[in-house]
């Protein structure tokens, strides 16, 4: 087992051990306390989920809050133990400002033997004014790696985060969308490549959490759109995703389609997954407001 790690020691190896995501996205680890993470994500164009506003990807914000409330969970533990996402919630209160940075404070507020409860604010200027705020649980000692201690994989190139240009394709507008290389399918469903950039634990390895969290909002964002033949972006309220087994090395496949239908708001629900339609890795369900057209939009 080795000697237990100092509160310092435990803070300094999760610095040092990051998710292959969370490292090449910049995202900092700024401040510690036991159970408790401030970090921060510099602002990048390649984050942007619509070109014409400016605006952030929902899914980067869900990647940062999912690795956030990781972060806590580990800082009350000892070190020595894997830990997962079994469900995350997000709750989209308004749209990242372009340009600005953004920041989290993450608390873990309850540890059972088995699983660790979490709350987390996205911000930029102001934690009073946030974002977005999630919920979330994690599994303790979900497999036999251990983050802190082993040796890391290793790349021959190490990956980056950028966004091809395609003026033709579905998502001209959304370099994050790129930038995961998503793309649709014929028969309507969605695809996500696997590659080392959306890798969470690289010892499995597995893909980061909050990369399925983008893919099932992109997917959802996608499906609602074309269902309902709207020209406008959905506007994300509220998401929550369902873990459902590890996404492994492959590609993953995605499909959405709506519960509910109002006037102002969709009710939708998604589900991906890999080599197996009846077997997916995660399922999420959440609601969109619809952009008015022809007058101002709700806040």
Excluded at 38 to 51: A, H, K
Excluded at 208 to 235: C, D, N, Q, S, W
Excluded at 246 to 268: C, E, P, T
Aim: net charge positive; proline share 7%.
């Amino acid at each position: 087992m080795g000697k237990p790690l100092s509160f310092d020691e435990l803070s300094r190896a999760i610095k040092a051990h990051r998710s292959v995501y969370g490292h090449i996205s910049g995202l900092q680890l700024d401040r510690t306390a036991p159970g408790e993470a401030w970090s921060s994500l510099p602002y990048r164009p390649v984050f942007v989920g619509d070109t014409q506003t400016g605006v952030l990807h929902g899914g980067v914000v869900t990647a940062m809050l999912d690795e956030s409330c990781g972060l806590a969970v580990q800082l009350a533990l000892d070190g020595t133990r894997a830990i997962a996402t079994l469900d995350l919630r997000i709750d989209y209160q308004k749209p990242a400002t372009p340009g600005l940075d953004i920041k989290a404070h993450s608390v873990c507020f309850r540890v059972t033997r088995s699983i660790a409860f979490v709350r987390s604010t996205a911000y930029q200027e102001s934690e009073d004014h946030p974002v977005a705020t999630a919920t979330a649980c994690f599994m303790i000692g979900a497999n036999r790696t251990n983050m802190l201690s082993n040796k890391k994989a290793k790349y021959r190139e190490p990956p980056t985060l950028d966004a091809p240009d395609d003026p033709a394709g579905l998502f001209a507008n959304s370099p994050f969308a790129r930038c995961l290389g998503i793309r649709l399918n014929g028969d309507g469903t969605l695809v996500m490549p696997f590659s080392p950039k959306i890798i969470g634990n690289p010892m499995l390895p597995a893909i980061h959490g909050g990369m399925t969290g983008a893919f099932l909002e992109t997917t959802a964002i996608v499906g609602v759109t074309r269902e309902l033949g709207v020209l406008a972006l959905p506007k994300p309220i509220g998401l929550t995703i369902n873990y459902l087994r590890s996404g492994r090395a492959l590609d993953s496949y995605a499909s959405a389609s709506i519960v509910k239908q109002g006037r102002r708001i969709v009710a939708f629900e998604a589900k991906a997954w890999q080599d197996d339609p009846t077997r997916p890795i995660a399922s999420a369900f959440g609601h969109f407001m619809l952009r008015q057209t022809g007058g101002a939009e709700e806040e």
